[in-house]
């Protein structure tokens, strides 16, 4: 038997470390090829990592959270022949410190057969997952749907209480289920007006953290200059109405985006500054001709951007599909990095649940973010008479180091002179 040294590859485009955000596997696994071991998340995307060889899990380096270099070993594993970690054996060992004062033999034997002692005792582990006590814990690790939010220690006391979770209402954060809401359900108490206890602290990994550090690094970097305007959409919803009531077999259902989209595609010509990267450590302003249109996208791991590439090109119909089949790859984690990447500009809507106005953070290293909010019924005159018009507000922030205020009110306005009359869509 030998030991095999799983290191974390080179993923491409210039990435020289990785965060581990899942494992997939745990020590004393026995795995296949091809196998999944953990995902890591680069700056571009989520990435699958598998296993080239079948065998044992002896070791796992790293924590979730943690980054990793690439070339930096991931997994260890106890495979057949002689395996690639022949001439290495002094690096895994260097990377062991963690695992070895936790061990209570460590201290006894002598510093030379320490290292050979590790491998004899990792066997014990490979029969603790087959127990019983210790299956209840790993569909919650992951959190699949229809599993209640719990701690493991939560999960195992429910488990030797004869409690079904699912029955319990969670008080702690997202409803996670908390020792308290096991002690509240054992007492028949109602709780609608018990008194709250206990803090869930929840590290920031992963998509989170990513999110985190460029929403602090825009904000502290960009002064944004934020403008809103109440466009009338009457004509522009009598024309959507009008054309999802005629699609085709296989044609989308049109939303108010790509309308949106196509205001951005003509008016972002007379506005250049508005559709450009500013590299600020260059100095250095990239005006692109090509619309290359972020679409922020909600998913169960947080805010992502798929990238309508070329959305000049495209018709309502080519656009409404690409976007939803955009958005729902990014919401179930098959987008990729390709697709994530490249935006000049980026649209941000909050969909059904609107709101009057937002005041949206830029997407560094984009110069302008716009979004349409909620659109609502208003009384206004009209020829002398009060009717009902169905208007909307655009929301929008520029980089005012790039674009001057009077600019972007200018930009903000011819889109909205499109979207009021939706005929100056389809024309020259």
């Known amino acids: 038997m030998g030991r095999y040294h799983f290191r974390l590859p080179d993923i491409g485009e210039g990435v020289a470390e990785a965060e581990i955000v899942e494992w997939h596997i745990k020590v004393g696994d026995e795995i296949a090829e091809d196998d999944p071991l953990c995902d890591v998340m680069t700056d571009k995307a989520t990435v699958d990592m598998t296993t080239p060889v079948g065998g044992k899990i002896l ?34 060992a260097e990377e062991k410190p963690a695992p070895a004062p936790t061990a209570a033999p460590a201290p006894a034997p002598a510093p030379a057969p320490a290292p050979k002692a590790e491998p004899a005792p990792e066997p014990a582990p490979a029969p603790k997952p087959a127990s019983a006590p210790k299956s209840a814990p790993a569909p919650s ?3 699949p749907a229809g599993f209640p939010l719990a701690a493991p220690a939560t999960r195992r006391r429910a488990a030797k209480l004869g409690i079904e979770l699912e029955r319990l209402k969670g008080t702690g954060r997202n ?10 359900y054992l007492s028949g108490g109602d709780d609608r007006y018990a008194t709250r206890s206990g803090v869930d602290e929840i590290e920031v990994v992963g998509l989170r953290r990513k999110i985190a550090q460029r929403m602090e690094d825009a904000w502290r970097r960009i002064p944004h200059i934020t403008y809103v305007e109440e466009v009338d959409v009457t004509e522009l919803e009598n024309t959507r109405s009008a054309l999802n009531a005629a699609r ?20 972002l010509p007379d506005f250049p500054h508005c559709n450009a990267h500013y590299d600020d450590e260059a100095g250095v302003l990239r005006q692109h001709a090509p619309v290359h249109c972020g679409i922020a996208t909600a998913t169960e791991k947080g805010l992502a951007v798929p990238v309508l590439k070329n959305a000049e090109s495209m018709d309502l119909w080519n656009c409404a599909e690409e ?16 697709e994530l990447s490249g935006s000049t500009i980026t649209i941000t809507s909050l969909g059904p649940i609107g709101g009057v106005t937002t005041t949206p ?4 290293p984009e110069t302008a973010i716009v979004g349409p909010n909620k659109i609502t019924d208003k ?40 979207l009021e009359t939706p005929a100056l869509l389809f024309v020259d």
């Not at 070791?59 to 001439?87: D, I, R, Y």
């Not at 409803?175 to 509240?184: F, S």
């Open 248 to 267: 085709k077999d296989g044609q989308p259902k049109l939303t108010i985006l790509p309308f949106f989209v196509r205001a951005l595609v003509k008016a």
């Open 379 to 418: 009384l206004t005159r009209v020829n002398g008479e009060i009717v009902t018009r169905k208007v909307m507000n655009i929301s929008s922030s520029f980089d005012h180091r790039i674009v001057d205020g009077y600019e972007a009110a200018l930009f903000v306005q011819e889109l909205k002179r499109l």
């Open 59 to 92: 070791a796992l380096h790293g924590k979730v959270g943690e980054m990793k270099p690439v070339g930096s070993v991931l997994v260890e594993l106890e495979v057949e022949g002689e395996g690639n970690a022949t001439g290495d054996a002094p690096a895994p």
């Open 175 to 184: 409803g996670r289920i908390t020792p308290e809401d096991i002690d509240r």
């Open 361 to 364: 953070i830029i997407n560094s």
């Open 323 to 338: 976007i939803a089949r955009l958005s729902a790859a990014t919401r179930d984690g098959k987008a990729s990095r390709d």
């Open 141 to 143: 690790s992951t959190a």
